[in-house]
């Protein structure tokens, strides 16, 4: 039986996961350029960012708005 490759969408998003933070590795990157559609990755890209810059933002308005103990 062969190996069953992940879903598109999971694929994307994993993939854009390590790529934000750096450790998308040269096989997975080629691997995913040589994919017939960019845009998987480009919508897990910004679902991905924005929940990156969302984390951001609630990390910053908890910090700026709890009292000092």
């Known amino acids: 039986m062969a190996k069953q490759d992940k879903p598109p969408m ?4 994993l ?3 390590a790529a934000l933070f750096g450790v ?3 096989k ?3 691997q995913d350029f040589a994919q017939s559609s960019p845009w998987p990755f480009i919508l897990a890209g910004i679902i991905v960012l ?5 984390f951001l933002l ?4 908890l910090v700026t708005h709890l009292e000092m103990v």
């Open 28 to 30: 997975n990157r080629q």
């Open 50 to 54: 924005g929940c990156f810059v969302g």
């Open 24 to 26: 998308q590795s040269d």
């Open 58 to 61: 609630g990390v910053t308005w």
């Open 10 to 13: 999971t694929k994307a998003f």
């Open 15 to 17: 993939s854009a996961v």
